[in-house]
């Protein structure tokens, strides 16, 4: 593969591997500006294509244009996966320097820990993603808790939740279980969504709940 071509690749895998799930207080990305960057990134794609063309003799064009009409169909397939979880399951895509995170709704009854089955649907279809395009990535799982309760406790049971998340998406969504794990952050108050929202009852249900990043690093 040809330098430039190397260089597009690079360009796709920085826009498309680093997808993060997950909840959190970073700044909002609107999706039309996610549109606009990989409509950006697609016409610089065209131009090395078209200069690696203009350079090479029949058979390397023809292998190029093979090997950048399968990232094209790569990037539209992502795309249309990211926007279909956006509509389906009303998620916010939010962009970091090295993530897309996601603002789903993955959430627990107070003091427990069991995977609600409203929730099952969304983890399915978060494993397709990870399957179909970050199979080589590490899937982290965090639980997270209320601030009710001793930080010890919380702890504990923002990991059981998490290890509750991880159990369904190994043995039931068939991810590999070296690329997943489980980590708790407990009732951190600098990760909470709500300060002063607690149980028992249904006040503080958005502090009570996992986050789903795919980690692009190690890859």
């Not at 593969?1 to 826009?15: D, H, V, W």
Request: hydrophobic share 40%; aromatic share 8%.
């Amino acid at each position: 593969m040809s330098g430039k071509l190397k260089r597009s690749t690079r360009l796709l895998l920085a826009a498309t591997i680093p997808l993060a799930i997950a909840l959190s207080g970073c700044s909002f990305v609107k999706r039309q500006d996610m549109d606009d960057q990989l409509a950006a990134m697609r016409a610089e794609m065209e131009s090395e294509r078209r200069a690696e063309i203009a350079a090479g003799d029949g058979q390397t064009s023809n292998e190029l244009n093979g090997r950048m009409d399968a990232l094209s169909a790569r990037m539209d397939g992502l795309e249309r996966d990211l926007a279909a979880i956006e509509e389906d399951f009303d998620a916010r895509v939010e962009e970091l320097e090295t993530a897309l995170r996601f603002d789903v709704p993955v959430y627990f009854g107070f003091d427990e820990a069991e995977v609600g089955p409203q929730y099952v649907a969304f983890l399915d279809r978060f494993a397709q993603v990870v399957t179909r395009y970050y199979p080589s990535s590490l899937v982290t799982v965090e639980g997270f808790t209320d601030p009710v309760g001793s930080q010890e406790y919380n702890l504990a049971l923002g990991r059981r939740r998490a290890e509750a998340v991880m159990g369904y998406l190994v043995e039931q969504s068939g991810l590999s279980s070296d690329r997943v794990r489980a980590v708790s952050y407990g009732e951190a108050t600098d990760r909470l969504v709500s300060a002063d929202g607690h149980g028992p009852g249904p006040e503080g249900w958005e502090n009570r709940r996992v986050a789903l990043v795919i980690d692009h690093s190690g890859s």
